[in-house]
């Protein structure tokens, strides 16, 4: 019968008083804002290196804005140079054009006297 109730109150034994709780809610309470601080402190450094990150983009972007820019006005120029290059071409076809049209004009106009005074 003392054996029973041995038995019985053994595991009686393993439960935890108010004060064992109350311990170890503090110490859970303890262990959870070291965790939530760490956590923060994690977040601020990861926006830091995002900021860092995001700075260092926008830097690049300006910078191959730049670039693009001057490829642009590279091209404006070299259309430019290709433009008064075919308009000087162009003129100079223009003025061979009129100097062979007076000249067939010249000899059709030769031609047709010729053909006028044989018929005469």
């Given at each position: 019968?003392?054996?029973?109730?041995?038995e019985?109150?053994?595991?009686?034994?393993?439960?935890?008083?108010?004060?064992?709780?109350?311990?170890?809610?503090?110490?859970?309470?303890?262990?959870?804002?070291?965790?939530?601080?760490?956590?923060?402190?994690?977040?601020?450094?990861?926006?830091?290196?995002?900021?860092?990150?995001?700075?260092?983009?926008?830097?690049?972007?300006?910078?191959?804005?730049?670039?693009?820019e001057?490829?642009?006005?590279?091209?404006?120029?070299?259309?430019?140079?290709?433009?008064?290059?075919?308009?000087?071409?162009?003129?100079?076809?223009?003025?061979?054009?009129?100097?062979?049209?007076?000249?067939?004009l010249?000899?059709?106009?030769?031609?047709?006297?010729?053909?006028?005074?044989?018929?005469?």
């Amino acid at each position: 019968m003392i054996g029973e109730i041995e038995e019985k109150l053994a595991p009686l034994g393993d439960i935890a008083a108010k004060g064992d709780v109350e311990l170890a809610k503090l110490s859970l309470q303890k262990e959870i804002e070291q965790t939530r601080l760490s956590l923060q402190k994690e977040i601020e450094k990861v926006r830091g290196e995002v900021e860092q990150l995001r700075l260092s983009l926008q830097k690049e972007i300006e910078k191959v804005r730049g670039e693009v820019e001057q490829v642009r006005l590279s091209l404006q120029g070299e259309i430019e140079q290709v433009r008064l290059s075919l308009q000087k071409e162009i003129e100079g076809v223009k003025a061979s054009l009129i100097k062979w049209v007076i000249g067939l004009l010249l000899v059709q106009t030769g031609v047709i006297v010729s053909v006028i005074a044989l018929l005469r």
